[in-house]
Each structure stands twice: as C-alpha cells, then as structure tokens.
C-alpha cells in the first residue's frame, strides 16, 4: 500500500516536534535534579528527597521552562494548521518544505536557548514564525480558492 507523501511528512513532524518538547520536559528536571531544590515541600520529602524548598525556580530550571514554554506555545498551533492543511491534500512538496522548515527551525530554537545562543535562536524563532504564516496563508488559500 503506497503511503501519502503528506501524511508521512506529518507524522514526522508530529513525532520530532513531540520529541523536543518531551525532552526539553525531560532536562527540566535534570536541572532541577541539579539544583537540588524544589517549589514543592512534598517533593523535597520524596521525589528529591533532602532538596532545598525555593519560592522561584533556579535560573538553570527556568531557562528550560523557558524554552519548553515557548516551543509548546508554538508548536501547538502549528500542528493543528497541519492538520487541516495536510487534510486539503496540498503538494507533497510544498507541505514537507512547510513541515520541515518548522520543525528544523524549533530544534534549532530549542538548542540556541538551552545554550544562551543569540542571534541563532532570534532567527530560528523568526524561520519557524515565517513556517506559520505561511501555512496560514496556505490554508486560507486553499480554503476560499
């Protein structure tokens, strides 16, 4: 059975995006592993047994938040767009362009925040923006065409 072109770039996009944003989840409490401290008093019982309770999160834990916040905030709506642009059965071309460039744009991001990366997270910020636009306009496109 011959698979759609477009479905496949979405799921790829789904499954990396998904990637990132579990990792990035992930390194949020190895940070805090590192900090050894904790907003909760329960956690410090169990969890990280003996952490320092703390009233803000720990600069290195908020980085990672940081960046897991704006990537979820970003990637969310992006893939619904796929979705429904995927489901308007467009160029295979065009959608894995469209997926790929995204979904490159927010590993990229990701690594330039956790590492304090500047202009490199500016513009992958800005190449994963310009992915959604154009996705968007695609949509509407092929919506009212």
Same mark, same amino acid.
């Given at each position: %059975?011959?698979?759609?072109?477009? =479905?496949?770039?979405?799921?790829?996009?789904?499954?990396?995006?998904?990637?990132?944003?579990?990792? @990035?989840?992930?390194?949020?409490?190895?940070?805090?592993?590192?900090?050894?401290?904790? =907003?909760?008093?329960?956690? +410090?019982?169990?969890?990280?047994?003996? +952490?320092?309770?703390?009233?803000?999160?720990?600069?290195?834990?908020?980085?990672?938040?940081?960046?897991?916040?704006?990537?979820?905030?970003?990637?969310?709506?992006?893939?619904? @767009? +796929?979705?429904?642009?995927?489901? %308007?059965?467009?160029?295979?071309?065009?959608?894995?362009?469209?997926?790929?460039?995204?979904?490159?744009?927010?590993?990229?991001?990701?690594?330039?925040? @956790?590492?304090? @990366?500047?202009?490199?997270?500016?513009?992958?910020?800005?190449?994963? %923006?310009?992915?959604?636009?154009?996705?968007?306009?695609?949509?509407?496109?092929?919506?009212?065409?």
């Amino acid at each position: %059975m011959a698979k759609d072109p477009v =479905l496949v770039a979405y799921t790829l996009t789904v499954v990396v995006n998904t990637l990132n944003l579990t990792a @990035l989840w992930v390194l949020s409490g190895v940070a805090r592993g590192g900090t050894k401290t904790t =907003l909760n008093p329960e956690d +410090a019982q169990t969890i990280l047994r003996g +952490a320092a309770i703390v009233e803000a999160e720990p600069a290195a834990v908020a980085r990672v938040l940081r960046a897991h916040r704006n990537s979820f905030d970003n990637t969310i709506p992006f893939l619904l @767009l +796929a979705f429904v642009f995927a489901a %308007m059965r467009p160029s295979a071309l065009e959608a894995q362009i469209i997926f790929g460039t995204f979904t490159a744009a927010r590993l990229v991001f990701s690594v330039a925040y @956790l590492k304090g @990366l500047q202009p490199w997270r500016s513009l992958a910020y800005g190449v994963g %923006m310009l992915a959604t636009l154009a996705l968007l306009v695609e949509v509407c496109r092929l919506t009212f065409a």
